[in-house]
């Protein structure tokens, strides 16, 4: 019976996670769902992200947290459009959450929609939202141990970012190892060293980014938008 309900349970979840997925094409919209765990720099990472290419991009932001409005209150100071979502305990967010978010926002307006969240490199991974794309958020601080002991999350996701590198030479953080383990779980993953506090990877990173809003419109217009 707990088969039947978790199988229920999700399968519910996918066809809300479609039915967003068609509105993203709909609008030609790419959507990142940004994972990792508390205090692994998601929200760093996406300050440095709006304050580089919120010239040349339309983003906004949703912010999934268990309690408080604070990470949305710097994403405000970023002068871009942000809705909390409060999960109250949960553990991830869900498409069903993400669907209600989404009439809060003028999707006509927008080139780049990411999704911050629940800081879990668990639960997050079995949801899908309705997204193009996940990234995993990984902090040196965190130990190059966790990709074996959390493989979902890595394999699931089309980049990876090794956070906060400018503090490695005090860590025994095996950058060669992490890299290893992330690139066996999942050939031909990006696996990016960034710093929010130095800049340093972070036009890699930018780069990517681009280069996939810049598909997702390429296939609108041509008329061959699909969700991958």
Not at 26 to 42: D, E, V
Not at 95 to 109: E, F, I, Q, R
Not at 181 to 198: F, K, W, Y
Request: charged share 25%; proline share 4%.
């Amino acid at each position: 019976m707990k088969v039947v309900v978790k199988a229920d349970i999700l399968g519910q979840n996918e066809a809300t996670a479609a039915e967003n997925a068609a509105l993203f094409a709909r609008h030609g919209i790419y959507a990142l769902n940004l994972l990792g765990s508390p205090g692994c720099g998601k929200t760093s990472l996406l300050e440095q992200t709006l304050a580089a290419l919120g010239g040349e991009l339309r983003m906004a932001v949703i912010e999934g947290d268990l309690f408080t409005t604070k990470d949305a209150a710097r994403i405000e100071r970023c002068d871009a459009p942000v809705v909390q979502i409060n999960t109250s305990g949960g553990c991830h967010l869900d498409a069903a959450m993400v669907a209600a978010a989404l009439g809060k926002l003028d999707l006509s307006t927008l080139d780049l929609l990411v999704i911050e969240n629940v800081g879990n490199l668990v639960c997050p991974a079995e949801f899908a939202l309705g997204e193009d794309a996940k990234a995993v958020a990984l902090s040196i601080t965190e130990g190059d141990d966790k990709p074996l002991k959390y493989p979902l999350i890595f394999k699931e996701s089309a980049v990876a970012l090794l956070n906060k590198v400018d503090i490695l030479p005090y860590t025994n953080f095996d950058m060669e190892a992490a890299r290893a383990d992330i690139t066996a779980l999942h050939p031909g993953i990006p696996v990016l060293a960034v710093s929010c506090r130095t800049g340093e990877g972070l036009a890699a990173w930018l780069d990517w980014l681009r280069a996939e809003v810049t598909e997702k419109k390429r296939r609108k217009e041509s008329g061959n938008e699909e969700h991958l």
